[in-house]
């Protein structure tokens, strides 16, 4: 068991709002941010307004269509990690027992510190391609677990669980009562248009997390949403009561144009990923002091330093070079540092030619 302390910050956070700031920012794990004139929305489109007492239902309606669900399963929230802490709140009460994937987002573990749960992990290993491995999670469930937490794609390392991965951890977590959160808002960069997929099942026990933010620049917007059956969803929604109570109109309205759009919106972060991906490969892809797996999709790469430690790295970037990177300290591993690909090219390029260099000092 791993003793997590019951905590009312996030180290990580308040790192990557304050520290991460630089000409060239690796640190950023979405792709770069859309402009309204990119997103195509005009002041007449725009509602200060409206009926949205449990979230603005043209919203819950394409989420719920997109995903193939009812709409009675959708909860809308505030970008992502704020569905994932009101997900993981309405499951968990102080003392439960949680089982997370190491290494994993630093921000689930200081939300299960909040809800004061007790926190047991399972391993994901970079010597086998950082894959989920259904059996290794069977092997750390015990009859208290309540919950297991997993990020798809993978949050650090942009590996890719198939779904018959993920039913197979459902499967073992069934066996003891317990359910399956997915936070899948990297796998939106996998999509192709007309083929949106989730592992949630309306009937079975994976609660799903994702959100607009990462895969196509509209942080701005933050429309999360959570995939729940269909009673725990109303749990959260009666839960939110307490949290957010109502969410902007004028947001969820221009999140329902978003929908509308998405291709415009998948097109256009394909062809910055691409070539920041192909620099990255040419760049770093053999460097003499990474080892690591880079795969061909995700806007995120976790590589282990031969030498030194990530966080010294990360000075070095920051004084020496204007640029900034992810230390791996935040995901429980000092030795790695983590690298965004989803910012503007030509700045990526730059900072990735100041991440090889820093990397001979």
Known sequence: MTGISPTSSSDYMHF??????????????????????????????????????????????????RFGTDPACVVTAGGCSFANHLAMAAIVSPGDEVLVEDPTYELL???????????????????????????????????????????????????????????AVAAAAAKVGALVLVDEVYLELMFQEGHAHTSFRPNGNIVVTSSLTKGYGLSGLRCGWILAPAALAERMRRLNDLYAVSPPHIAERMSVIAFDRLPALRARAAAIIDQNRAAYREILGQHPRLDQVAFDHGTTVFPRLLSGDGSRLFDLLRTGFETSIVPGRFFGRTDHIRVGLGAEPAMTRMGLEHLSSALYN
Not at 146 to 162: E, F, G, Q, Y
């Open 16 to 65: 990557a709002k304050i520290k991460t700031r630089a000409r060239y920012n690796l640190a950023s794990s979405g792709v770069a941010d859309c402009s309204l004139a990119e997103l195509g929305i005009g002041i007449g489109d725009l509602e200060l307004h409206g009926e949205n007492a449990y979230g603005y239902r043209p919203l819950i309606e394409r989420i719920a269509t």
């Open 109 to 167: 573990l200081s939300t299960l510190g909040y809800l004061q749960a007790k926190v047991n992990r399972f391993q994901r290993r970079m010597q086998e391609a950082w894959r989920l491995d259904a059996d290794v999670v069977a092997a750390r469930l015990t009859p208290r677990t309540r919950l297991v937490v997993v990020t798809n794609l993978h949050n650090p390392s942009s590996a890719l669980a198939d779904d018959a991965t993920i039913q």
